[in-house]
């Protein structure tokens, strides 16, 4: 079959899909394209061959008795695999509940927000508190969450080693 821009809209014109403005248009260019008469011709033919077959009837019992047949077992595959898919929905989403549960209780997780004395006073490794700002702590004026944090620290450190002074 020669190519031809038109050959595209034959099936088109042949089922009487175009608008007349088109159609008349692909009549003018059949009367002079011979690709497009041969295959139009062949369009034609098929349809002919196609509407003179026999058309058997089925009866209607047998297409009764194939449509019981036929429905429950495809029911029975779309539950299975309804029952799947949500089976494995389930486990995707206990496990991203699960991931997410640890990420929350570990350390690298959402960080954790600060006690007050953690803000204003730091332990350095010879033992004294100092303020922020850096300056010992203790007197009558210190300030009473700094005094939290000196017995907090006392306590953490007399009951987490044996035997070493504060």
Known sequence: MASCENQRQ?????DGELPADEAADLE???????ACAAELRKLRAMSHLL???????VPAEAMDRWRRSVRPGRDRAILRITEMLSAAAAAILLVCLSVLWQQWNSAAGPARQQSAWENVAVRTVSGPVRTLAGQLTGGLDTPPDVQ??????????????KGAKP
């Open 10 to 14: 034959l099936s088109a014109y042949h």
């Open 148 to 161: 939290l944090a000196n017995a907090i620290l006392a306590n953490s450190s007399s009951s987490g080693t």
């Open 51 to 57: 509407s003179s077959a026999i058309q058997r009837q």
């Open 28 to 34: 003018r260019h059949v009367a002079r394209c011979e």
